[in-house]
């Protein structure tokens, strides 16, 4: 197998431009005595960004030729550099500090890599990621509909979202077919569920979606829901409900 298509299995499209580097670091805005967890380095782009006076850098990749390559150039007692699926590997070290996270996930697991990251809620300051465009508009419940969306839901519970900027497939060395975007995510002071009420809460909204086509009355009907109970229209599809709507069915369920 050639390095190309190595890296396509591997989901590594490595972002190169200066422009869109020095945007990313502007957004993040690293701080001095900051904490990053960052997850699929590569080659380090946008490490050097985050590098500097005071703070330190953690870092996870899948291809160890890169963890090899990034202990060697920033061989400091500061940072260290990991191999490992960030998917399977222990992340308990989030016990230890607050981090802030950020990272140009893989496409493809981007989502799983998130809802992971979650279960850390408690430790993590903010998370800025480089996704597909698409799936920042799901996280961010935005796009041409502007209706409700599962992953959208699910992370509004708990976070407060933005897309930053669009970050053209022109950027990468390997040219991605689809557009990117930039977003930020910010744990609320005041999440709408606690942390140990996640699983059940999307357990409830992966049913609330499991029909798209079906009213969140039908879709919830096993539930045994009383409607009157809420200032909520039955016949709505979940799409069309905000996330202040969910919060209120899952508070109401066990009354």
């Not at 946008?46 to 963890?67: E, F, P, S, Y």
């Not at 799983?112 to 920042?136: C, G, M, P, S, T």
């Not at 798209?212 to 016949?235: A, H, Y």
């Amino acid at each position: 197998m050639n390095d190309r298509a190595h890296r396509r299995k591997l989901g590594q499209n490595y972002l190169v431009d200066p422009v869109i580097l020095f945007e990313i670091e502007r957004a993040i805005n690293p701080q001095e005595q900051n904490s990053f967890f960052e997850i699929g380095p590569g080659t380090g782009a946008l490490t050097k960004h985050l590098i500097g006076q005071n703070r330190t850098v953690l870092a996870m990749d899948l291809d160890k030729k890169n963890v090899d390559l990034l202990s060697k150039e920033f061989n400091d007692a500061h940072h260290k550099f990991l191999h490992g699926d960030v998917l399977k590997e222990s992340l308990d070290f989030f016990s230890e500090k607050d981090y802030r996270v950020v990272g140009n996930l893989p496409y493809n697991i981007s989502t799983q890599i998130i809802i992971k990251l979650i279960r850390y809620f408690d430790n993590i300051q903010d998370l800025h990621f480089l996704v597909q465009k698409e799936v920042a508009q799901r996280i961010c419940n935005t796009g041409s509909s502007n209706h409700s969306g599962r992953l959208g839901v699910k992370i509004g519970a708990l976070f407060n979202t933005a897309i930053l900027f669009d970050v053209p497939p022109e950027s990468f060395d390997i040219k991605p077919k689809v557009q990117s975007a930039f977003i930020r995510m910010i744990p609320k002071t005041r999440p709408e569920i606690n942390l140990d009420e996640f699983t059940e809460f999307s357990n409830l909204i992966d049913l609330s979606f499991s029909n798209k086509r079906k009213s969140i009355k039908n879709n919830l009907k096993k539930l045994g829901i009383d409607f009157k109970n809420f200032n909520i229209n039955p016949l709505a599809r979940a799409e069309e409900l905000a996330i202040e709507d969910f919060i209120s069915i899952f508070r109401g369920i066990d009354q």
